[in-house]
C-alpha cells in the first residue's frame, strides 16, 4: 500500500460510499473531495464534510496506517490543525489534536473492492519501461490526449523555471533575460553553457551600443568567448577591437577560456565559432529580442527573422584561418526550429505564468503544433504502441510523459492509468 493508491481512491472515491461511517461511527458525507496539494502540508484543502448534522470546512490528510500521523509529527505542526477527516487505510489507534479533541477518522480498507488494489500493483510492477503497454491500444483517445496535455504543461513549467532563476539574477530584465536564453540556446546543448556565460559577461546593453557595426559586434563576442586567435588580416583586425572594448568595458576579467568550449566530435557547421557569428548578425538585425519574440503572432515572420546569415568571412571558414569545404548558407531550418521550440516556447509559457495572461501559453502552445515532431527512440516506442505523434507538441508531450510518469510509475497521476484502474 501506498499513500498515492489511497490518495487516487480519495480523488476519485473509489470505495463504498453508501452508509459512510467515521471510525467512531458518525455518519459522514462527502461533500467535496477538496483539492490535492502537491506542496508542503496537508494532502486535501478545500474539502467539505458533514458529521452527523455538523458541516465542517478544512483540510484531509491520507495515511496509511492512522499512527502515522504522530510518526510524521503532525501533532506539532500548525499546518495540521484545520484537518477536518483523516482518511486511513488502516484504522489502528485514535489520534488527537493539539487542543485534546479526536480527528474524525474515515478507514478505507473495509470499504475499498479488493480487486482495484490488485490492478494497481499488477500496472507498476509490470517490467515493461512504459508499464502499461499492452493495454493502451484500449484506452480512450480522450484519457490519452488529456494525459499527454498535463505532460506538456508540466515540461512548460519546468522549462519556464530556468527563465524565471535568469530572470532573478538579471533583476527583473526580461530583454537581458531572453538575449541570455537565445545565447544559450545557440550552443545547441553541446555549448549551451559556455555560450550563456559568454552572454551573461556582455550585457546586451554593451552590444547593443554598436548594433550598427558588425566587425565591433564579432570582436566583442569573439574575444570574450576567448576563442579569438590572430591568425589572418580579419583577426587582426578583430583583436585590435577587442583589445579597446576590453579595456572600455572592464571585460579581461570575465572572458572565457577556450576550453570551455567544445569542439570535438562537432560537424564544422556547428562550431560554436560560426554559431557566435550567427548570434552577431541577430544581435545587429533586432532591436528587441523580447519584443520580437512575444509580440510576434506569425511563426513564419519568427522563422524569417532568425533565418540570417553570418558575416562573409564565417560563410567561408568554421575557425580563424581554417576554411571549411563548402560555403555556409547561414542557420538552417532545423536549427532555426531548434532555436524556437527552446527559445520562444518556453519565454511565452514563463511569461504567461508572470503576467497571467493565458493568451500568451496559448500561442506557446499553438506554436508547438505548427512543428514537425522530432525523431526519437521514445518517439518510436509510443509510435510502436499506436500513439499518433506528428508535431513538436505531440512529441514533447510524450517525451515528458514517459521520462516523468511512466518510468517514475506516476500511473495514478496519469488519466491512462486511472482509465485502466476504472475498467
Ligand atoms: S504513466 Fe500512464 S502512460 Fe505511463 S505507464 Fe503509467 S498508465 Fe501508462
Same mark, same amino acid.
Given at each position: 500500500?501506498?499513500?498515492?493508491?489511497?490518495?487516487?481512491?480519495?480523488?476519485?472515491?473509489?470505495?463504498?460510499?453508501?452508509?459512510?461511517?467515521?471510525?467512531?461511527?458518525?455518519?459522514?458525507?462527502?461533500? @467535496?473531495?477538496?483539492?490535492?496539494?502537491?506542496?508542503?502540508?496537508?494532502?486535501?484543502?478545500?474539502?467539505? +464534510?458533514?458529521?452527523?448534522?455538523?458541516?465542517?470546512?478544512?483540510?484531509?490528510?491520507?495515511?496509511?496506517?492512522?499512527?502515522?500521523?504522530?510518526?510524521?509529527?503532525?501533532?506539532?505542526?500548525?499546518?495540521?490543525?484545520?484537518? !477536518?477527516?483523516?482518511? /486511513?487505510?488502516?484504522?489502528?489507534?485514535?489520534?488527537?489534536?493539539?487542543?485534546?479533541?479526536?480527528?474524525?477518522?474515515?478507514?478505507?480498507?473495509?470499504?475499498?473492492?479488493?480487486?482495484?488494489?490488485? @490492478?494497481? &500493483?499488477?500496472?507498476?510492477? *509490470?517490467?515493461?519501461?512504459?508499464?502499461?503497454?499492452?493495454?493502451?491500444?484500449?484506452?480512450?483517445?480522450?484519457?490519452? !490526449?488529456?494525459?499527454?496535455?498535463?505532460?506538456?504543461?508540466?515540461?512548460?513549467?519546468?522549462?519556464?523555471?530556468?527563465?524565471?532563476?535568469?530572470?532573478?539574477? *538579471?533583476?527583473?530584465?526580461?530583454?537581458? =533575460?531572453?538575449?541570455?536564453?537565445?545565447?544559450?540556446?545557440?550552443?545547441?546543448?553541446?555549448?549551451?553553457?559556455?555560450?550563456?556565460?559568454?552572454?551573461?559577461?556582455?550585457?546586451?546593453? +554593451?552590444?547593443?551600443?554598436?548594433?550598427?557595426?558588425?566587425?565591433?559586434?564579432?570582436?566583442?563576442?569573439?574575444?570574450?568567448?576567448?576563442?579569438?586567435?590572430?591568425?589572418?588580416?580579419?583577426?587582426?583586425?578583430?583583436?585590435?577591437?577587442?583589445?579597446?572594448?576590453?579595456? @572600455?568595458?572592464?571585460?579581461?576579467? =570575465?572572458?572565457?577560456?577556450?576550453?570551455?568550449?567544445?569542439?570535438?566530435?562537432?560537424?564544422?557547421?556547428?562550431?560554436?565559432?560560426?554559431?557566435?557569428?550567427?548570434?552577431?548578425?541577430?544581435?545587429?538585425?533586432?532591436?528587441?529580442?523580447?519584443?520580437?519574440?512575444?509580440?510576434?503572432?506569425?511563426?513564419?515572420?519568427?522563422?524569417?527573422?532568425? &533565418? /540570417?546569415?553570418?558575416?562573409?568571412?564565417?560563410?567561408?571558414?568554421?575557425?580563424?584561418? @581554417?576554411?571549411?569545404?563548402?560555403?555556409? *548558407?547561414?542557420?538552417?531550418?532545423?536549427?532555426?526550429?531548434?532555436?524556437?521550440?527552446?527559445? +520562444?516556447?518556453?519565454?511565452?509559457?514563463?511569461?504567461?505564468?508572470?503576467?497571467? *495572461?493565458?493568451?500568451?501559453?496559448?500561442?506557446?502552445?499553438?506554436?508547438?503544433?505548427?512543428?514537425?515532431?522530432?525523431?526519437?527512440?521514445?518517439?518510436?516506442?509510443?509510435?510502436?504502441?499506436?500513439?499518433?505523434?506528428?508535431?513538436?507538441?505531440?512529441?514533447?508531450?510524450?517525451?515528458?510523459?514517459?521520462?516523468?510518469?511512466?518510468?517514475?510509475?506516476?500511473?495514478?497521476?496519469?488519466?491512462?492509468? !486511472?482509465?485502466?484502474?476504472?475498467?
Amino acid at each position: 500500500m501506498t499513500e498515492s493508491f489511497i490518495n487516487y481512491l480519495w480523488q476519485f472515491q473509489q470505495f463504498d460510499k453508501s452508509l459512510l461511517r467515521t471510525t467512531r461511527q458518525e455518519s459522514l458525507r462527502i461533500l @467535496k473531495t477538496g483539492i490535492l496539494n502537491t506542496d508542503a502540508g496537508p494532502d486535501f484543502s478545500q474539502a467539505r +464534510v458533514q458529521i452527523e448534522e455538523i458541516e465542517w470546512a478544512g483540510n484531509i490528510e491520507i495515511h496509511i496506517r492512522a499512527s502515522d500521523w504522530n510518526n510524521h509529527n503532525h501533532q506539532t505542526d500548525a499546518s495540521y490543525n484545520n484537518v !477536518i477527516l483523516h482518511v /486511513v487505510w488502516e484504522y489502528d489507534k485514535p489520534i488527537v489534536r493539539a487542543d485534546g479533541s479526536e480527528i474524525p477518522t474515515l478507514e478505507l480498507k473495509p470499504i475499498t473492492d479488493g480487486s482495484l488494489l490488485h @490492478k494497481y &500493483q499488477a500496472l507498476v510492477d *509490470n517490467k515493461n519501461v512504459i508499464p502499461c503497454a499492452a493495454q493502451f491500444g484500449g484506452v480512450s483517445d480522450l484519457s490519452k !490526449i488529456a494525459t499527454l496535455d498535463k505532460a506538456l504543461t508540466k515540461r512548460l513549467i519546468q522549462k519556464a523555471k530556468l527563465i524565471e532563476t535568469l530572470l532573478a539574477e *538579471n533583476n527583473g530584465d526580461w530583454e537581458e =533575460t531572453t538575449y541570455q536564453l537565445l545565447a544559450r540556446n545557440f550552443g545547441f546543448k553541446l555549448n549551451s553553457e559556455a555560450f550563456l556565460r559568454l552572454a551573461q559577461h556582455i550585457p546586451l546593453k +554593451v552590444l547593443q551600443k554598436h548594433r550598427d557595426n558588425i566587425t565591433q559586434i564579432e570582436a566583442i563576442l569573439f574575444g570574450q568567448s576567448g576563442l579569438l586567435v590572430d591568425v589572418d588580416d580579419y583577426s587582426k583586425k578583430l583583436v585590435q577591437e577587442y583589445d579597446f572594448f576590453a579595456v @572600455k568595458f572592464s571585460l579581461k576579467d =570575465t572572458r572565457l577560456e577556450p576550453h570551455e568550449w567544445k569542439l570535438l566530435r562537432t560537424r564544422p557547421a556547428n562550431f560554436p565559432t560560426i554559431r557566435i557569428a550567427q548570434l552577431a548578425r541577430l544581435i545587429t538585425l533586432q532591436k528587441s529580442f523580447f519584443s520580437l519574440f512575444t509580440q510576434t503572432e506569425s511563426i513564419d515572420d519568427l522563422r524569417k527573422a532568425l &533565418q /540570417v546569415r553570418q558575416s562573409e568571412y564565417w560563410q567561408e571558414h568554421y575557425h580563424f584561418g @581554417k576554411k571549411l569545404g563548402k560555403k555556409s *548558407n547561414g542557420l538552417g531550418k532545423d536549427s532555426v526550429d531548434n532555436l524556437l521550440i527552446n527559445t +520562444v516556447i518556453p519565454l511565452l509559457a514563463c511569461y504567461a505564468q508572470k503576467t497571467d *495572461n493565458l493568451a500568451y501559453m496559448d500561442r506557446a502552445l499553438a506554436f508547438l503544433e505548427s512543428f514537425p515532431a522530432e525523431s526519437n527512440h521514445i518517439i518510436d516506442m509510443w509510435k510502436n504502441m499506436g500513439l499518433s505523434i506528428t508535431t513538436a507538441y505531440d512529441a514533447q508531450a510524450s517525451i515528458e510523459l514517459y521520462n516523468n510518469f511512466c518510468t517514475q510509475k506516476k500511473c495514478l497521476q496519469c488519466n491512462v492509468g !486511472i482509465e485502466l484502474l476504472k475498467k
